[in-house]
Structures are given as C-alpha cells and as structure tokens.
C-alpha cells in the first residue's frame, strides 16, 4: 500500500515531532503551510514535500491525503473549517478550539461536507487507555470509589513569548495540560452531573487549577499545573485500583485486588495515532472510532464551564 500523504499546517515543535515519528512508518508529509514561508520551506525541504505561500494553495494544489494541523489552538478553528469545506480530512490538534462552539463549527463542517474530522489525543488511539477503559467497563474494580489525576509541567520556566504563556494565544494550564486528564475522565465515565473548578489567574492566563468532576456515587479531582512537573492517574474501587503513572502517554497500566493483578503494556506514539486515523480515512469514515466528536464537543463544554467559574476570558474574546 502507497504511503498514507499528510499536508502539514504549521512547522513547529510538535509538527517536527510528529513528523520524526510518523514518517518512519507507512506515512509521508507531502505538503506543508506555515505563516512562516521561510520555516515552511525549511521543514518541506527536510521532508521531501512541497511548501506552499498560502493555505488557499495548499488545498487546491497540494497532493495529499489529509490535512494535519499543529499551529496554536487560536488558528484551528480558521484552517479545520476551510479544509473541511474543501471536503478534505483534518486531524487536528488538541484541543481543537477555545470553546465548545468552535469545536460544534468545526463538527458541523465536518458532517456538512462528509469529510473526517477528528482531534489528535494521542492517549486514545492507544491500547494502554483503550484497556484501562475496558477493565472498567467490565467491572473489575467493582464500584468506582474516587479517581485523582495529576498533570503538571513548569510552563513557567518558559520563555515570556511562549504560546503557553500568552493570554492572545488561549495560553495556560486549562488548555494546553487539563484537556488530559479532562479527556481521561470523560471517557471512562462520560459527562459529569457537577462541574467543580477553583484556580489561579496570572497575567491573563490560567496557571493552576483543581477540577472535581461529580458522577453517582464518587469524584475525580482533577490537578493542573504550570508551576511544576508531575504526573500520574489512580482510580480505586472497591475491588481494587487502577495506576497509571504517565496517564497521557502511557507504556504501562496496573490493576491490583485483593487476591490478583493485572497489567498493561502498549505504546502512546504519534505513529499509532496516525496510522489508526489514515485507516479510518482510507475507509471512509467521516468520524474516528477512537475520537468521537461528541466527546471532543463535550470535553470542551466543561472547559467552558471551568473558564465560567474561574471568570477566565482572553483578550479576543472581549467585547
């Protein structure tokens, strides 16, 4: 089978990062878009690809199979439309938007034009979280008695001028770190009945917060940060408990009782991400097993009302 041919928006970090992986498997870039000209020639030339001047050109001349976006989430919701209207595929990074409404826009694009849309959470094209969710599923931990997930990185270590610290470019711990374990919790147990955030507000940006997300009978506390590094997910029943110590990027998950144990071991890379998204491509779904777009949409919506509670608006969202 030829090379599955992804048309890059964006040549950053994570569009470097993706690309080192993807590409040593049944994947190629073969096009790519950034504001940057010289930055897009740059990474096209070191991919073989063709580097275009606008994204308007990339989509009607650009020979792909599929369009990947890895700009900040502020842009995605102006290139997923456009190329979903152009009934091309978009795997886009998370979070998809800034709100639960950008990311209905683009799912509406998205079913308007029969093109796949889906958002790049790499922890859910992988078989560690796929299994944590089927022990659970099948009961072995019994009654789910509390969930905690921690997810910090030192964001403020970083330079001033970064998109992670820049109140235009929706930076802060919400959007950039608490779409994990927000994700995680929604898709072992779907909406909550109570949504709980208390954080801090620093120069326009969010920098910590703690998030209690209410279900019948128990809680996930939710910690996220940028003023430190930690990591880790327990989910205790009365049967047991479920430990995954890089929940978000997991090789391994464990499952202990009383009287026996059970593990998991996989990978969470961006080539199994890739490859499980081009398969549903290539067979023509308009929405990813993997990633529901109900999910994407609802996951946003308590993001939403986490930024309610917290009184969090960015600059362009002011009137």
């Known amino acids: ?58 989509l009607e001349k650009g020979e792909f199979d599929a369009v990947y976006i890895a700009t900040p989430h502020t842009s995605h919701l102006e290139y997923s439309l456009k190329a979903l209207q152009a009934g091309k595929p978009v795997l886009c990074e998370k979070p998809v ?36 969710k089927k022990w659970i599923d099948d009961g072995r931990l019994g009654e789910i008695k509390s969930v905690h997930i921690d997810y910090a990185f030192p964001g403020l270590m970083m330079s001033k001028n970064s998109r992670v610290l820049t109140p235009e470019t929706a930076g802060g711990a919400l959007l950039d770190v608490g779409i994990y374990p927000i994700t995680y919790c929604y898709n072992l147990f779907g909406y ?40 880790g997910c327990k989910i205790c029943g009365d049967k047991g408990e479920i430990n995954i110590p890089m929940f978000h990027m997991a090789r391994t998950a464990s499952l202990k009782g009383e009287g026996f144990k059970d593990s998991i071991k996989g990978k969470t890379d961006y080539l199994t991400e890739f490859t499980r998204a081009a398969e549903e491509i290539r067979e023509g779904r308009t929405e990813s097993e993997y990633i529901p ?3 994407t949409l609802d996951c946003l ?13 960015y600059p362009f969202e002011e009137k």
């Open 97 to 132: 938007g800034v709100s639960a409404e950008e990311a209905s826009l683009m799912i509406k694009a998205s079913q308007d034009n029969g093109a796949y849309f889906c958002e790049a959470m790499w922890t859910w094209f992988s078989d560690v979280a796929l299994g944590v």
């Open 293 to 295: 777009q109900s999910a």
């Open 192 to 231: 909550p009945d109570k949504i709980k955030c208390e954080g801090v507000i620093k120069n326009g940006i969010d920098i910590s917060e703690t998030v209690v997300l209410s279900y019948n009978g128990f809680e996930c506390t939710l910690e996220m940060s940028l003023s430190k590094l930690k990591e």
């Open 301 to 313: 919506k308590i993001i939403d009302e986490c930024r309610a509670q917290m009184g969090l608006v």
């Open 1 to 58: 089978m030829e090379k599955f041919r992804w048309a890059y928006v964006g040549s950053g970090n994570i569009a470097k990062s993706t690309a080192r992986s993807i590409t040593k498997g049944k994947h190629c870039v073969s096009a790519v878009y950034s504001r940057n000209y010289e930055k897009a020639k740059e990474f096209a030339k070191k991919q073989s690809a063709k580097a275009f001047r606008s994204f308007d050109e990339l």
